[in-house]
């Protein structure tokens, strides 16, 4: 069964750092580019970032540019999402959605609160 | 402000038929396919359509896409109880390099 499960989601105060992690499975991971998409409570959705099979193409929405870091690593299914210098407009829950956004994992919840 | 624009909401009786507008862009919906989501309430968002109008397996044919110029539409037939969702129209935005998404569509059953 193809499938992804994002962790690392939690409360974190302003200005904090937080990795997401997203666990591929069920399909060659190494093979398609990922995305990170957010939904902010009561919101709609807003992508984050992407990144290519093999991490030569990276894009990040300009809300997050110079504060959020895509990476991967083929080796072990994983996608991450390093967020550094959190704001409380970051609080959403955060997806991880393979290319093409045809699998998306079930969400971690982001809470940035003091 | 979303880069492309959704109704917030639609509605109709079930059995009926409704379409959801999405207006874009040449930089995106104009030049790029355009996909469609639906969100059952808390849940995760799930690919309705891709490539404009192409459905991925397991959907069925009452939900059909279509594209004109800057502009698509999500159509849904025989309408159920089921299918009240929100539903997001999604693209690559050339200008942007970015994925873009509309606001969302709020469909009630009634």
């Known amino acids: 069964e193809v499938q992804l499960v994002e962790s690392g989601g939690g409360l974190v105060k302003p200005g904090g750092s937080l990795r997401l992690s997203c666990a591929a499975s069920?399909?060659?991971?190494?093979?398609?580019?990922m995305n990170w998409v957010r939904q902010a409570p009561g919101k709609g959705l807003e992508w984050v970032s992407s990144?290519?099979?093999?991490?030569?193409?990276?894009y990040y929405a300009d809300s997050v540019k110079g504060r959020f870091t895509i990476s991967r690593d083929n080796a072990k299914n994983s996608l991450y999402l390093q967020m550094n210098s959190l704001r409380a407009e970051d609080t959403a829950v955060y997806y991880c959605?393979?290319?093409?956004?045809?699998?998306w994992g079930q969400g971690t919840t982001v809470t940035v609160s003091s | 402000q979303s880069v492309l624009t959704q109704p917030p909401s639609v509605s109709a009786a079930p059995g009926q038929k409704v379409t959801i507008s999405c207006s874009g862009s040449?930089?995106?919906?104009?030049?790029?396919?355009v996909s469609w989501y639906q969100q059952l309430p808390g849940t995760a968002p799930k690919l309705l359509i891709y490539?404009?109008?192409k459905r991925p397996s397991g959907i069925p044919d009452r939900f059909s896409g279509s594209k004109s110029g800057t502009s698509a539409t999500l159509g849904i037939t025989g309408l159920q109880t089921g299918d009240e969702a929100d539903y997001y129209c999604?693209?690559?935005?050339?200008?942007?390099?970015?994925?873009?998404f509309g606001g969302g569509t709020k469909l009630t059953v009634l």
């Open positions: 959605a393979r290319r093409g956004m045809d699998v």
């Open positions: 069920g399909f060659t991971f190494s093979s398609y580019s």
């Open positions: 990144i290519s099979s093999s991490s030569s193409y990276i």
């Open positions: 040449s930089s995106n919906i104009g030049n790029n396919y």
């Open positions: 490539d404009n109008n």
């Open positions: 999604g693209t690559w935005d050339s200008s942007l390099s970015a994925e873009v």
